[in-house]
């Protein structure tokens, strides 16, 4: 191909059906406007309960009627984004850059370590060079029981990681795969690896069972020794145990192809410092990984959340790499899709129309929020450089610095940046990486981004690239709700609120869309109203409509 005809790594297009919605869209507006008439020229009709009760409804209904405007706004445009990923392999080849992978945890009896262990596992089994990928665990539990998961996990990978590769598994994580792929006719060796990962799984749900390690597993890894000096997960120094060193040659699969590197890191915790939940935990991930293999594009994913596509790196690629675009994107968000939703999905907990239909419109209007899990990020944008116009970022160089100092100095070296005071008199937290102090982190980073002038895109093929666990029951859905109805409600009172924060630094429509979700909790209030009121008018006896 001639150096100087550009093919374009990904295309963007416009949603279908745009007029219909638009349409559609007019009617309402025009219904609106109907009834706001009818309830102004009605105004002063009744006694005063029936006055007073007008003026509730008429309030109730101007509320409905703007979010439902700020709801329009974001739907207006929408695009959808196709990357081809055959041009990014025949353009680049094996010049690609290193992604560094982070994946949370927090507590080893809501997150069992089994689970843990087959999201990390799907993450090391991208289709990509192992060389250039590292996983980083943290966990915010600071439970043996999920280091021993993961010392399985890096055993098992070897295994794993070559019998994907070979037979192009997807999903990527061993429990999904076995659970619904049928077995195939002709290969040996799929009994024998569903044996091994059973076999595995059984020794890390029964040491989490007996909440005890093995003596004879206490001895073979020096990492378990860290424990002894543990007072409970939220007083104890940093542990950090380079569980496989992609560096070394010695660290092979059973067909003797390099390995991913793999991380478990603990932070350090005391009851006198706010550990910030998953933002610290995800901070302390990107200093700590910048020391290990500093990869220039960072994905993150929650424990519960797999890959379920073997592509979606190379996918994001084709929006970073993109030689005329993909400089202005700071993060590519893949939709939370679920693989444990009930038959009907009677709460809603998919959120389909937000994710299938307004992210979309996001992305049509400067870029999707950062949800806080599937999300690929450019490093530098996460950790507080500003977009530059004519910057051009290369992605391949920014890779090229393999540390040098043997793995157990690199652990020692590393844990002072993930101590308490690290971040003390540091810009971290306001401008570096991820901001505290909002149930909803994910959200306000993400805007955060945006206004240091970088665009977002969504990304959602047609093969699903992760699956988590949504909350299925009523009181799981509520207490997921109220986090972050209140999260979002605390964000548009703060100094981040979008229409404020986000002046002259994102389009308006952007600032109007992020307000509909600030204001999801402010909506109860009208819907109270309106759910309350007639029925007891009704109950009273007070006419709420004027005879004509
Ligand atoms: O102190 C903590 C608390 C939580 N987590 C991890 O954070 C993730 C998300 O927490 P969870 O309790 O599962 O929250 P959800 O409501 O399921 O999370 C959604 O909403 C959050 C807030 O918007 C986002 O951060 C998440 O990515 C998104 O999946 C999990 O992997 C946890 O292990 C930590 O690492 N440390
Ligand atoms: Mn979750």
Redesign the pocket.
């Known amino acids: 191909m001639a150096e100087n005809e550009y093919v374009p790594l990904f295309e963007t297009r416009q949603v279908k059906g745009p007029i219909l919605f638009r349409c559609i869209a007019a009617s309402i507006l025009l219904g609106i406007c109907l009834i706001v008439m009818y309830i102004i020229r009605y105004f002063s009709i009744g006694g005063k309960a029936e006055r007073w009760t007008w003026i509730g409804l008429f309030l109730s209904e101007l509320w409905f009627s703007f979010y439902w405007l700020l709801t329009t706004v974001c739907r207006w445009n929408a695009v959808i984004r196709i990357p081809f990923i055959h041009r990014l392999s025949q353009r680049f080849g094996k010049e690609l850059p290193g992604i560094d992978i982070f ?5 080893p009896l809501l ?1 069992p370590p089994s689970m843990v262990v087959n999201t990390v596992l799907s993450m090391m089994a991208y289709d990509y060079p192992p060389e250039k990928l590292s996983v980083y665990l ?1 966990d ?1 539990g600071g439970s043996n029981l999920t280091f021993y998961a993961m010392l399985e996990a890096a055993n098992f990978s070897k295994t794993w990681l070559p019998f994907c590769k070979k037979f192009k598994v997807e999903p990527m994580s061993p429990e999904a795969y076995f659970r619904t792929a049928s077995e195939p006719l002709n290969v040996e060796e799929w009994p024998s690896v569903k044996r091994l990962y059973e076999e595995m799984k059984m020794r890390i749900e029964t040491t989490t069972k007996l909440n005890q390690i093995p003596q004879h597993v206490y001895k073979q890894h020096k990492g378990f020794r860290e424990w002894n000096f543990v007072t409970s997960k939220h007083d104890h120094q940093t542990i950090l145990q380079i569980l496989i060193d992609g560096r070394d040659t010695n660290a092979v699969d059973i067909e003797g192809n390099p390995l991913p590197t793999l991380v478990y890191l603990a932070r350090e915790k005391r009851p006198q410092y706010h ?4 933002a ?3 901070n302390a991930l990107i200093r700590i990984s910048s020391r290990i293999s500093n990869a220039p594009i960072i994905l ?6 797999y890959s379920n596509n073997s592509e979606s790196i190379k996918y994001s690629l084709c929006i970073f790499m993109d030689e005329e675009k993909g400089d202005e994107f700071g993060y590519v968000q893949f939709p ?1 899709s679920f693989d444990n939703l009930t038959k009907n999905d009677i709460y809603g907990c998919s959120f389909r129309v937000i994710q299938k239909l307004e992210v979309k419109g996001l992305d049509a209007n400067g870029g999707p929020c950062f ?3 599937g999300c690929f990020h450019r490093r530098e944008a996460l950790c507080g450089k500003k977009y530059e116009k004519n910057f051009r970022f290369d992605l391949k160089k920014l890779n090229n610095t393999k540390v040098n100092e043997r793995a157990s100095l690199l652990e020692e070296i590393c844990k002072v940046l993930a101590s308490c005071t690290f971040e003390h008199n540091t810009t971290w937290r306001k401008e570096m990486g991820l901001i505290y102090g909002f ?5 306000v980073t993400g805007l955060s981004v945006q206004c240091r002038g970088w665009k977002s895109v969504f990304l959602d093929p047609e093969r699903d690239g992760f699956f ?2 949504a ?1 299925i029951t009523l009181l799981q859905l509520l207490v ?1 709700h109220k ?2 109805t209140e ?1 979002h409600l605390q964000v548009f009172l703060s100094k981040y609120c979008p229409l404020l924060y986000g002046y002259k630094k994102i389009p308006l429509n952007l600032r109007l869309a992020y307000c509909a979700y600030n204001l999801w909790a402010a909506n109860c209030l009208a819907t109270l109203y309106y759910v309350v009121v007639p029925c007891l008018c009704l109950l009273k006896g007070i006419k709420l409509f004027p005879k004509i």
Do not use: L, Y
């Open positions: 994946v949370c945890t927090a507590d997150e943290s915010d550990h910030h939940f998953k610290g935990a995800m993150n994913v929650d424990c519960d959340m939370q949800i806080g899990t149930p909803v982190e994910d959200i988590g666990v909350p997921q986090r972050w999260g």
